[in-house]
Nanobody, 124 residues
Framework: QVQLVESGGGLVQAGGSLRLSCAAS????????MAWFRQAPGEEREFVAR????????WYEDSVKGRFTISRDNAKNTVYLQMNGLKSEDTAIYCC?????????????????WGQGTQVTVSS
């Protein structure tokens, strides 16, 4: 089992920044690909970003490219999501997820472990 706990969400004005953190415990953190997903009210869960086990490779959903940066610190068992230039449409609950799978990185069903999420609200 892997336990994931997110933090860092909050209320921010449009154009502002937030950094989300996801602390992992349980099995060896560096064995897992990590990702961030988000879900807005009434919407499907949406892929945001993913990072390889070493941190050397990343993927992003098109709407966040150039604004969001995913990173990880395997020594601290933590994955981060730096969010800059926030827009009202970024408002959602953000969850981190872990998987040992390398297929379909954008599909939530391919992730084995999930955190509870942290709320991000962007006011316009």
């Amino acid at each position: 089992q892997v336990q994931l706990v997110e933090s860092g969400g909050g209320l921010v004005q449009a154009g502002g920044s937030l950094r989300l953190s996801c602390a992992a415990s349980g099995r060896t953190f560096s064995n897992y690909y990590m990702a961030w997903f988000r879900q807005a009210p009434g919407e499907e869960r949406e892929f945001v970003a993913r990072i390889t086990r070493s941190g050397g490779g990343t993927w992003y959903e098109d709407s966040v490219k150039g604004r969001f940066t995913i990173s990880r610190d395997n020594a601290k068992n933590t994955v981060y999501l730096q969010m800059n230039g926030l827009k009202s449409e970024d408002t959602a609950i953000y969850c981190c997820a872990a998987t040992s799978s390398t297929t379909d990185v954008r599909l939530a069903r391919n992730y084995e472990y999930w955190g509870q999420g942290t709320q991000v609200t962007v006011s316009s």
